[in-house]
């Protein structure tokens, strides 16, 4: 089989050579555990330095191909829109996948929210990033470390280059927002927001979303057969609220 390299024309191909040769074409939980296998067989090569990885990642892209084809999927499609939407993310997104040491989702949530552009961030001083609601030193040295190095810079100007959003796209919160400054914990079962859309809408209002309850925790929000942070909450003295006071705010 001559292979065009277009992507299109490629995936018919290798589905047109999968039924020419009776290999399985209906069977998508057969292709989805080949595919697994496949991929289990490339990250063994990779683990033992053998040399036939680029032929095992090669096979990955074969049955990948030839599965969206059984299943209807334009893979290139597919593949630019998910490359266009990686573009068009907030910052806090592309800092969060850097990898850097200390700097999770939410601390690249808060640095973005402050200096709103990546390359703002990179010029920043370590004590004004330590001065940011909980963040400190220890992420402030790891993000001066890892944007002095070269490799930093070449790697940033490249993403740039590509087209990647380096600016805050998320909306900011006021200093005078509802719950601004205060520490919240979330427990209990909720039935009118789901756990996740409560954290989002309590951090949109300027709380800190925390797990567990302490002598620092401000308030607390509890639902149905809520069990020992309510308890405790309790026991500390510390404001408890429902569901629908939150939904009300």
């Not at 399985?24 to 991929?39: I, P, Q, R, S, W």
């Not at 990250?43 to 209807?72: H, P």
């Not at 959003?165 to 927002?177: I, M, Q, R, S």
């Not at 509802?178 to 520490?183: H, N, R, V």
Request: hydrophobic residues 40%; glycine residues 8%.
């Amino acid at each position: 089989m001559e292979v065009d390299m277009d992507l299109k024309k490629l995936q018919k191909e290798i589905y047109q050579n999968k039924v020419d040769k009776g290999f399985n074409t209906t069977d998508v939980n057969k292709e989805f555990c080949l595919l697994y296998g496949e991929v289990g067989e490339a990250y063994d090569a990779y683990r033992k330095g053998k040399d036939d990885l680029g032929e095992e990642l090669a096979d990955i892209a074969i049955y990948l191909l030839g599965l969206s084809e059984i299943l209807g999927k334009d893979l290139e499609e597919e593949i630019k829109n998910k490359v266009q939407i990686s573009k068009e993310n907030s910052a806090e997104k592309l800092l969060f996948g850097l990898g850097i040491r200390h700097v999770g989702s939410k601390a690249s949530q808060i640095l973005l929210e402050h200096f709103h552009d990546l390359e703002q961030l990179a010029k920043a001083k370590r004590e004004e990033i330590a001065a940011l609601d909980s963040l400190g030193m220890v992420i402030a040295e790891s993000l001066s470390s890892y944007f002095a190095q070269e490799g930093t810079h070449i790697l940033l100007s490249e993403l740039k280059e590509a087209g990647l959003n380096f600016t805050y796209l998320g909306e900011k919160v006021a200093a005078d927002a509802a719950l601004s400054g205060l520490t919240v914990v979330l427990t209990g079962k909720l039935e009118r927001l789901n756990r996740s859309e409560a954290k989002k809408k309590l951090e949109g209002l300027g709380a800190k979303v925390t797990n567990s309850v302490s002598k620092k925790t401000s308030l607390v929000v509890a639902g149905a057969d809520a069990g020992s942070k309510l308890t405790k909450a309790q026991e500390l003295g510390i404001d408890i609220r429902d569901e629908i006071w939150l939904e009300s705010l």
